[in-house]
């Protein structure tokens, strides 16, 4: 969204209009403060006046709570955007929605859970029976039911709830309009999202606690060989994001259980299972968490050998642009080619990865000077700015860079990339296509 200097909704995208359950025309006109918690308004306020007094960007954790609406905890980054005279012009915020942050990193943690137990040979109902408990506690008060079908087309069942997991146990019969949609889901695998009607008196029709449910099929290549169920507390338990998880989860754990079947392929399936874990699945590059290891065995290495270690933020200028106008699979083919470019930009010993969307960081090792860095830099946005052709149509993106550096602006993994990052920023108030060096502290 943007504002101006006194957090007036000037405009807002279509995402964070959906984030509020409301339309980029509604919230045009609305102050900021409210659409918040009421304990995070008088903080808004107070970063405001951090922008006017020079502050360029800052970053922080709130409560969404549009009037009426679910509430749902956020991390807003806020930069400034000034004229020449240093008056703010408009003032930008990027929201990201904490609750579906932290609903993928719990399926990261799950998925190499899962991969533990198979590689343990765990019985397939304790391996159902602890997908069913973990996917329980990211829904609360859900009950997580899973079928499966065995070589001789019997069910093998499990369930959870918010209360307990029966382990090893066939839990109650599903009823016989369940058996019906369970049926739908195997023939057309496809996701079943539906929510009970409400009566005359605005009740829910004959459901005491879980009134809304969601039927995603386990599909193993060209077949559905289970489903995954959650009935949910409420009617709005499954948003789009909720639905696109548990579509993705159950995908990943199926390609587990097909695992299982051969135990004897133990060092490849081992190091399958970690690739899957530490690596983003569209581009093939590290993602997050290996990233985080790299960066901590580099900034290591350096201490050691007192040598120094570059960090380069990169993030496309106006990416979005490209999905709107084009499509997401357009966007999604321009990404894999841009992480391809960055890595030859590269060394084999320097690594490249992928934060999120079309965000990317480089570390380089054994970088002494700050001019080093900058050339590599300048490489990628000579590299990324190129163009592609994709669908017939030639496709133009350019590239913001940020550059941080051990040990002259940070010591750790998590402040030398925060720095990097910031100093990207800079180079996209300065228009983008360039790099920008963060200040010696």
């Known amino acids: 969204m943007v504002t101006d200097a006194h957090g007036i909704i000037r405009l807002a995208d279509r995402t964070a209009a959906d984030m509020m359950t409301a339309s980029s025309h509604d919230l045009i006109g609305c102050a900021l403060p409210d659409v918040l918690a009421p304990e995070d308004a008088a903080v808004v306020q107070s970063q405001l006046r951090k922008l006017e007094q020079g502050a360029s960007v800052l970053e922080w954790e709130i409560t969404i709570a549009p009037k009426g609406l679910r509430r749902f905890s956020a991390w807003l980054t806020v930069s ?16 990201r929605d904490g609750s579906a942050w932290a609903r993928w990193a719990a399926g990261d943690r799950l998925l190499q859970a899962m991969g533990d137990h198979v ?3 765990a019985p397939l109902p304790r391996l159902l029976s602890h997908l069913c408990g973990q996917v329980a506690r990211v829904f609360p008060r859900s009950l997580v039911r899973v079928a499966i079908r065995d070589t001789e087309g019997r069910f093998i069942f499990a369930q959870a709830d918010d209360r307990h997991v029966n382990a090893d146990q066939v839990c109650r019969e599903w009823t016989r309009d369940e058996r019906r949609e369970l049926e739908s889901v195997l023939e057309t695998r496809m996701t079943l999202h539906r929510c009970e009607a409400l ?10 606690r879980h009134p809304a449910r ?13 489903v995954l169920s959650i009935d949910g507390a409420s009617r709005e338990a499954f948003d789009a994001g909720a639905i696109h998880w548990c579509e993705h989860l159950a995908g990943r754990v199926t ?14 399936t081992e ?18 968490t290996l990233l985080s290891d790299r960066l901590t065995q580099a900034l290591a290495q350096a201490k050691r050998h007192g040598r120094g270690v570059g960090v380069l933020f990169v ?23 841009a992480a391809d470019r960055l890595t030859r930009c590269v060394r084999a010993t320097d690594t490249v990865a992928r934060m999120s969307g079309d965000e990317f960081v480089v ?37 913001s860079v940020g550059i941080s550096m051990y040990p002259f602006h940070a010591a750790d993994p998590e402040t030398l990339i925060a720095q990097a990052d910031q100093a990207m920023y800079r180079a996209k108030e300065q228009g983008g296509h360039g790099c920008h060096m963060r200040d010696a502290p």
Not at 257 to 266: E, K, L, S
């Open 80 to 95: 400034a955007l000034r004229e020449t005279s240093g008056r703010i012009a408009a003032v930008h915020w990027v929201i």
């Open 119 to 121: 590689l343990d040979g």
């Open 199 to 208: 009566d005359r008196d605005g009740a829910l029709s004959g459901v005491e």
């Open 214 to 226: 969601l039927l995603v099929p386990l599909c193993a290549r060209d077949r559905a060989v289970g």
């Open 255 to 268: 390609h587990f259980i097909a695992i299982r079947q051969d135990m004897t392929a133990r060092t490849e």
């Open 271 to 288: 190091a399958r299972i970690f690739h899957l874990a530490h690596h983003d699945p569209l581009t093939g590059l590290p993602n997050r």
């Open 315 to 337: 993030d496309l200028d106006q990416f979005k642009a490209v999905n709107d106008s084009l499509g997401h699979e357009t966007g999604d083919a321009f990404l894999k080619i």
């Open 363 to 399: 570390i380089l090792q054994d970088v002494h000077r700050g001019q080093d860095a900058e050339l590599v830099a300048r490489n990628i946005l000579e590299a990324v700015r190129q163009p592609a052709t994709l669908t017939g149509q030639s496709v133009h993106v350019t590239a």
